[in-house]
């Protein structure tokens, strides 16, 4: 049961990887970010709106915006921040995070359309081109 509870947080999240023949889809990009964001402001407000006409709470609308902060906002800050610095590690330590064909804000090879990892690199190192401002 503990474990359920886990992957469904990990799901809610985006923090899980799919992991097939040694690459790794990153499932934790500004689009996801975004996306996430977007799934839970629309619960918060479907459930507020419930709330409102079940219980009256008309003139309590700073529970909702205090809801949208703590369970949309900051949340969403927080694993920005966090991609964020998996990012510039990433750019420090690979030879894709120094090509010039490498996107960081959602760490893909685009002219590939692959997305690197520490262990894989799309092209193997043969169209890798160093970016002009390092």
């Known amino acids: 049961m503990d474990q359920f509870f886990k992957k469904l947080i990990n799901i809610i999240n985006f923090e899980s990887s799919d992991t097939i023949n040694d690459k790794s889809e990153p499932t934790v990009t500004t689009g996801s ?9 629309a619960i918060i407000i479907l459930l507020s709106l419930f709330l409102v006409d079940y219980f009256y709470f008309r003139g309590n609308w700073w529970i ?7 369970l949309v906002a900051y949340p969403a800050y927080r694993r920005f921040r966090k991609f964020s610095d998996e990012t510039d590690e990433f750019l420090e330590q690979t030879l894709c995070g120094k090509c010039r064909y490498f996107d960081p804000s959602n760490k893909l090879c685009t002219i590939l359309d692959e997305h690197p990892t520490e262990n894989y690199t799309p092209c193997g190192g043969d169209s890798w081109e160093p970016r002009q401002n390092l």
Do not use: E, K, Q, Y
Not at 33 to 41: N, P, Q, S, Y
Not at 64 to 70: D, G, K, L, P, S
């Open 33 to 41: 970010i975004f996306f996430g964001v977007l799934v839970r402001t």
């Open 64 to 70: 909702i915006a205090v809801a949208m902060w703590f």
